[in-house]
């Protein structure tokens, strides 16, 4: 099973800085990965799949970069709505598909 | 509009029963692979099974392997999960997610969930 390692577990910026999140697989993943936001008693949402690509109706603050075993999801300016959960999940070797546990964006 | 609603979940003694419903609109659903995922409170997302489009290829999570049985029925738009032998550790709110490409394994729409409580 891959194990999928996400840094910081929280991460307080000011709205209108830039964030990074980290992702990292414990066997390489290639590009096989995707990012999801989840706010509070809402359903994951699909941001980033194939390491780099956004999905539909993605505002362009979002970028995904990485391969193999490192990877970053980067919010170039915070908004508020960008306050959130953020999961990458791989599914280069499945099953199982797993997930990250996830790095949680605060208001500073 | 992609939706995807479940239901069926509910409180449930250990080693009881729960089948969950998906019912799935705006999309040919015949077409798509789907899955399940849970999210225990407080917790992160774990996937749980997975439904090739015509339903002949099938994966479990070990951790519900044997005890979980997912299917469809394409004529009524809809994937199930049944749920045996259920544990504690089952508790959580179980989504469907659809997958929305042949060779890729990743989730594109997601249900709203339904909360399975297993607890005397």
């Known amino acids: 099973e891959i194990v999928m390692t996400q840094s910081p577990a929280t991460l307080s910026v000011s709205p209108g800085e830039r964030a990074t999140l980290s992702c990292r697989a414990s066997?390489?993943?290639?590009?096989?990965l995707a990012w999801y936001q989840q706010k509070p008693g809402q359903a994951p949402r699909l941001l980033i799949y194939?390491?780099?690509t956004r999905a539909t109706d993605i505002p362009a603050r979002f970028s995904g970069s990485g391969s193999g075993t490192e990877f970053t999801l980067t919010i170039s300016s915070l908004q508020s709505e960008d306050f959130a959960v953020y999961y990458c999940?791989?599914?280069?070797?499945?099953?199982?598909?797993?997930f990250g546990g996830g790095t949680k964006v605060e208001i500073k | 509009e992609v939706q995807l609603v479940e239901s069926g979940g509910g409180l449930v003694q250990p080693g009881g029963s729960l089948r969950l419903s998906c019912a799935a609109s705006?999309?040919?659903?015949?077409?798509?692979?789907m899955n399940w995922v849970r999210q225990a409170p407080g917790k992160g997302l774990e996937w749980v099974s997975y439904i090739s489009s015509s339903g002949n290829i099938i994966y479990y999570a070990d951790s519900v392997r044997g005890r979980f049985t997912i299917s469809r029925d394409n004529a009524e738009n809809s994937l199930y999960l049944q749920m045996d032998s259920l544990r504690a550790d089952d508790t959580a709110l179980y989504y469907c997610?659809?997958?929305?490409?042949?060779?890729?394994?990743?989730?594109?729409?997601w249900g709203q969930g339904t909360l399975v409580t297993v607890s005397s």
């Open positions: 194939g390491a780099t």
């Open positions: 705006g999309f040919t659903f015949s077409s798509y692979k």
């Open positions: 066997q390489s993943v290639i590009s096989n």
């Open positions: 997610a659809r997958d929305p490409h042949e060779y890729t394994h990743y989730f594109d729409y």
């Open positions: 999940q791989q599914y280069n070797n499945w099953p199982p598909l797993t």
